[in-house]
């Protein structure tokens, strides 16, 4: 395994849209147990590949309770709201809060190819949209509604 770099908030490539993960290969795998990696170095609950320079719809979470690796995931159901704290491993020291569903159902392929769906809520919901977004180039500075006051 190997830490990769992040790739930091004003690079052009994090408003770039992922494509679709088409092999479910040995380089795949690599790339995942990387992704694993600088992510806990890091210290985040989330990463997508496009952060460390990889134009894939690929993204991995772990909110607390596991890692789950998501390849060419969809919401495809969310019900309910939440208003809380956002930040992000390519926007060091930005933070906010952001308006995301309570509770997502996201549809993806696991490293193998095989198609799963895997529920999330609170933390581990706006952790997957979160990083979908990402996928799509979308930043969370973009879905702040209001700044993080620090209590
Ligand atoms: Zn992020």
Redesign the pocket.
């Known amino acids: 395994m190997a830490i990769r770099n992040i790739v930091k908030m004003g690079d052009p490539m994090l408003n770039k849209i992922s494509r679709p993960v088409e092999k479910f290969d040995e380089k795949l795998h690599i790339l995942l147990d990387d992704m694993a990696e600088t992510m806990r170095l890091a210290d ?1 609950c ?3 590949a496009v ?1 460390i320079g990889v134009l894939r719809r690929i993204c991995i979470v772990d909110a607390g309770d596991g890692l789950v690796e998501l390849i060419n995931p969809k919401i495809i159901g969310q019900s309910g709201k939440q208003e809380e704290c956002e ?5 060091p020291n930005n933070w906010g809060i952001t308006s995301r569903p309570m509770s997502v159902i996201v549809e993806a392929y696991d490293r193998n190819g095989n198609k799963f769906r895997v529920k999330g809520e609170g933390l581990k919901a706006r952790a997957f949209c ?2 979908i ?2 996928l799509d180039g979308i ?2 500075t973009t879905k702040v509604i209001r700044p993080y006051v620090e209590e």
């Open positions: 985040g989330g990463l997508a952060q930040g992000c491993l390519s926007c979160h990083e977004d990402h930043l969370f």
